[in-house]
């Protein structure tokens, strides 16, 4: 076989990170994120109405959902990947 030239080694690769790169990390992280709803979406009821009436998502923006679950965080001891978890399910609807 023939050895590749340069050219086409760039092509090659501007091929593959085409395929595999920048477009596919963004999938992965959106896939990432759903599951975080996913989970924050079972944990809501449990952990969000312990103490209170839990209170649904659409109550409140996304921009008070980052505020609200600093305190709540805290209030709740809640481990970061919980609190994390639920804060994209409150942030997603
Ligand atoms: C350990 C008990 C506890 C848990 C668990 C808890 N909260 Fe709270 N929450 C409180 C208390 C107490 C307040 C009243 C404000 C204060 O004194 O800090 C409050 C206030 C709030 C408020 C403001 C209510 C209002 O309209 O004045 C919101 C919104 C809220 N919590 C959301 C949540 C969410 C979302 C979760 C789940 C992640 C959660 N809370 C879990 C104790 C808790």
Redesign the pocket.
């Known amino acids: 076989m023939q050895r590749m030239r340069p050219w086409t080694l760039l092509l090659v690769a501007a091929l593959v990170l085409g395929k595999f790169g920048p477009p596919a990390l963004a999938a992965e992280e959106e896939a990432e994120r759903r599951a975080l709803v996913r989970r924050g979406a079972r944990l809501w009821s449990p952990?969000?109405g312990?103490?209170?009436n839990a209170?649904p998502a659409s109550e409140?923006s996304p921009a008070e959902w980052d505020t609200?679950?600093l305190?709540?965080r805290v209030?709740?001891n809640?481990p970061a990947e919980d609190a994390r978890a639920?804060l994209e399910y409150?942030k997603a609807r």
């Open positions: 952990y969000c312990a103490c209170h209170r409140r609200i679950m305190h709540m209030r709740a809640l639920l409150l």
